[in-house]
């Protein structure tokens, strides 16, 4: 009970704390007040340092199983390994919600104290929108959903996590996920005071680059470790179902990637500022509507929570968000227009501003399909799509993107002329080439022959100009030009993933078979025998266990059967990877004449989506680690460039 009244405590506090800054911010902003913007930012840091100690307080509740507390009682339970016990802090409504703002705040105060080069007025609202944020959630934490609140009766045991939350990845997917979606608050505050302060030039791209990178990254490990988690732990042979809570996370990382990519033209360019700003507010709307999804439980998924008293907060927050933000792009889009004459259509600014199009056509195809069931069901008739209206609609536009990634990067800036023709020859010989052998081997699919080539001339672009480089022996220019060339290798990356994904889509295998113990099955080349099936006790669950054997190699597939939360089971799948395919064997049950049950999957180059991940990653930390800021000119004092990605 102690540790209640301090966490709740220490929550009140921080909102008193959070609403004080958000108003001293607005007023010594518009007063250009430097003394009280100081004050307000320090109520700021006083704010986060309140969420930050009902966080330690929280863990410290779950990790000494104080049942006095509801949410420790809902989310652990004694025979709870200790590491998902810590776990159980973001595993839950109220937890996840107090994690959520805790990095905002932690992430907030760090770009506030770096935010004094931009300005009084600016720094002050970038505090002000910031705060508010944190005063909206600290509200609902406090008043609506409270990690701390106290039970009448202690009971002697809690209820435990979910099954399908024990596991390893509940440790990585979901603090990465969550801090990903708080990440975007940062960007939209800085972008809503440059308009507040009407500070439109891209002062605030540099400032917030890093910090928009930073939660772009977030987002991309936590959609990989989401994809790997979903595949090991699901037990359906798949990584992405197009489920509405995968889409939600996915459609801010795609508003983000166009801005990334669009915040190069108004740097080196000085225009699409309109554009740019309507990104990263469309990132953090994004973001919202997704908690809104998640949190609401008005749409099925099987990661929603359960509808809660939260959804209509939220519901709220969404249309204040959206109606600040339309406000302040109507108040400002007089002075947000680019001078100048408009760039060529075949040129480096051309390709970005086709490259955001598809992007955000894939956000609107995305959206559509997340929403269907709830206008339908508003309709009267409930409608939900599946994986093929993704496929259909989605496909082409990744398609473009590819041949876009192959083409793009080889154009100059401004205008492009007979070179950039030439240049084109490698990426193009190299997608003939792939149709061709694809052709010869039988492929006959047209997805395939379309997205295949194209993969393979995006990265023959990105590794002919790593040839270039080296060709030259101008080794510095790696470290000269770091952004260049770790982009290039984030768009390898991406392509190693776009090959991974479609050859697991494309040339899946699956097979049905009973076995009796010493028979054996070969399912499209991968011969496995079935041994024995036996009964285990694991602590808190018990689990039937089937041995078959690969090769040299042992593969236990099992299922988990948890007889305290009402005989709840669980599929674990054993999976052995080869250069080429992963074998995947799901236990569906054994039968009383001792044989057993299995589904067997091929699934060819998944392992590449998880290298390829991790290629993308280490393509952003290379080109933005240590980084200098890039210069920031206008088209007007800018001379005619060679092509670059600076």
């Not at 992430?107 to 104290?113: C, E, F, H, K, N």
């Not at 179902?241 to 000085?270: C, I, K």
């Not at 097979?511 to 070969?522: E, I, K, M, R, Y």
Request: glycine share 10%.
């Amino acid at each position: 009970m102690i540790l209640g009244d301090i966490g709740a405590g220490a929550l009140l506090a921080g909102l008193v704390l959070a609403a004080f800054a958000t108003l001293l911010s607005f007023w010594a902003g518009r007063q250009e007040n430097a003394v009280m913007v100081q004050v307000g930012r320090r109520a700021f840091y006083a704010a986060a340092a309140m969420v930050l100690l009902a966080s330690v307080v929280l863990e410290a509740a779950l990790l000494t199983h104080d049942f006095s507390l509801a949410y420790v009682v809902e989310h652990s339970d004694l025979s709870t390994p200790m590491p998902l016990i810590a776990a159980g802090f973001y595993g839950g409504q109220e937890g996840s919600l107090l994690y959520w703002t805790l990095v905002l705040g932690l992430l907030g105060s760090a770009s506030l104290v770096a935010s004094a080069s931009l300005g009084t007025r600016l720094a002050a609202y970038a505090a002000g929108v910031m705060a508010a944020i944190v005063t909206f959630f600290l509200f609902v934490l406090v008043l609506v959903a409270s990690p701390f609140g106290v039970l009448p009766i202690t009971p002697a045991d809690g209820l435990g996590l979910n099954p399908v939350l024990r596991d390893s990845g509940m440790l990585i997917h979901p603090p990465v996920v969550l801090a990903g979606f708080a990440s975007f608050a940062v960007p939209f505050s800085f972008a809503a005071a440059a308009l507040l302060a009407n500070r439109v030039d891209a002062a605030w791209i540099a400032h917030t680059r890093r910090f928009a990178l930073l939660a772009w990254s977030f987002q991309t490990t936590g959609l990989v470790l989401g994809m790997w988690w979903a595949y090991h732990v699901l037990g359906w042979g798949g990584y992405w179902g197009w489920d509405p809570v995968e889409n939600v996370a996915l459609m801010p990382w795609l508003a983000t990637t166009a801005y990334l990519h669009s915040a190069q033209v108004q740097e080196r360019r000085g225009r699409l500022r309109a554009w740019n700003f309507g990104l990263v507010i469309l990132a953090f709307l994004l973001v919202v509507f997704g908690t809104f999804i998640v949190r609401s439980g008005v749409v099925p998924s099987v990661h929603t929570f359960a509808v809660s008293a939260i959804g209509p907060w939220f519901l709220g927050f969404l249309a204040a968000c959206l109606l600040f933000s339309g406000a302040l792009l109507a108040w400002r889009a007089g002075g947000l227009r680019s001078t100048g004459q408009p760039a060529a259509t075949v040129s480096r600014e051309g390709a970005f501003a086709l490259q955001n199009l598809l992007l955000i056509g894939v956000v609107a195809v995305v959206f559509w399909g997340t929403i269907l069931p709830l206008v339908s069901g508003m309709l009267g008739q409930e409608r939900v799509v599946d994986a093929s209206y993704y496929e259909r609609a989605a496909g082409p536009l990744l398609a473009a993107l590819l041949a876009l990634m192959a083409a793009g990067p080889l154009l100059p800036w401004r205008r492009a002329g007979a070179p950039w023709l030439r240049a084109l020859a490698w990426p193009a010989g190299a997608a003939v080439v792939t149709l061709v052998g694809l052709l010869l081997f039988g492929v006959t699919s047209i997805p395939a022959l379309l997205a295949l080539p194209l993969a393979v001339a995006a990265a023959v672009t990105c590794l002919v100009e790593y040839g270039r480089a080296i060709r030259k022996w101008r080794i510095g220019l790696f470290l000269k030009r770091r952004r260049r060339y770790g982009a290039y290798l984030a768009h390898i990356g991406l392509v190693v993933v776009a090959v991974g994904v479609a050859a697991s889509h494309f040339w899946q295998q699956e097979a049905d078979v009973t076995l009796q113990p010493g028979q054996h099955v070969s399912v499209f080349g991968a011969s496995l025998t079935y041994a024995d099936a036996e009964q285990r006790q694991l602590g808190d669950h018990s689990e039937l266990v089937a041995v078959m054997r690969f090769g040299d190699t042992t593969l236990e597939p099992s299922r988990a059967t948890y007889a305290g939360l009402g005989g709840q089971s669980l599929t674990h799948v054993a999976i052995t990877t080869t250069p080429l395919a992963d074998v995947y064997v799901i236990l569906v049950g054994s039968n009383p004449d001792g044989s057993a049950s299995f589904r067997i999957l091929i699934n060819p180059l998944v392992s590449w989506i998880w290298a390829g991940g991790g290629l993308l990653l280490l393509g952003v930390a290379f080109g933005n680690l240590g980084a200098r800021r890039a210069e920031t000119v206008t088209a007007v004092t800018r001379p005619a460039v060679v092509p670059s990605w600076r």
